[in-house]
T-cell receptor, first 112, second 112 residues
């Protein structure tokens, strides 16, 4: 059974810092992994999607890496801004199923 | 691009009542997901449609829950005989050929 864990559960940093969010999964037979952002009381916004054959994806100040063998993904945020404050969620899917398994998220606060 | 819309945005009901939620995906998206999210948790997969076919349903979903997607357009999620444990945010997401999911704003259900 796939389990997804995100550490830390909450993080508070001053503006301008570079930071890393972690996502671990127990079953390495994944199809893809996605990182999402969720603002309070809102739906999710997709940030980056990494296929199982890829090692990383980049979008602007965001970089996500994937290491299937160790069951880990990291989301790197460069030069953090107060507008980055949100909950960040990772989700994995497995070949042969349409189901996505989400972690519980990391709640990020960037202080001005 | 009007995005994914969900109706209603909030629903308060009494225990034992039936409720129905609607999701309108982005117009060209033929794939649709329903998720449930409780406070402090990541979304939990409920069901998946490709066009009008319901291809996967969570085993966690009791038979009080049913979803439809007539003609492969909008989708409805019905909960019969609601229980207090059904209180949650119900999220809909859609996608086309890529794996990136686009989420709606959610329907917040409160069962009294």
């Amino acid at each position: 059974k796939q389990e997804v864990t995100q550490i830390p559960a909450a993080l508070s940093v001053p503006e301008g810092e570079n930071l890393v969010l972690n996502c671990s999964f127990t079953d390495s037979a994944i199809y893809n992994l996605q990182w999402f952002r969720q603002d309070p009381g809102k739906g999710l916004t997709s940030l980056l999607l990494i296929q199982s054959s890829q090692r990383e994806q980049t979008s602007g100040r965001l970089n996500a890496s994937l290491d299937k063998s160790s069951g880990r993904s990291t989301l790197y945020i460069a030069a953090s801004q107060p507008g980055d404050s949100a909950t960040y969620l990772c989700a994995v899917s497995r070949s042969g199923t349409y189901k996505y398994i989400f972690g519980t998220g990391t709640r990020l606060k960037v202080l001005a | 691009d009007t995005g994914v819309s969900q109706d209603p945005r909030h629903k308060i009901t009494k225990r034992g009542q039936n409720v129905t939620f609607r999701c309108d995906p982005i117009s060209e998206h033929n794939r649709l997901y329903w998720y449930r999210q409780t406070l402090g948790q990541g979304p939990e997969f409920l069901t998946y449609f490709q066009n009008e076919a319901q291809l996967e349903k969570s085993r966690l979903l009791s038979d009080r829950f049913s979803a439809e997607r007539p003609k492969g357009s909008f989708s409805t999620l019905e909960i019969q005989r609601t229980e207090q444990g059904d209180s949650a945010m119900y999220l809909c997401a859609s996608r086309y050929s890529t794996d990136t999911q686009y989420f709606g704003p959610g329907t917040r259900l409160t069962v009294l």
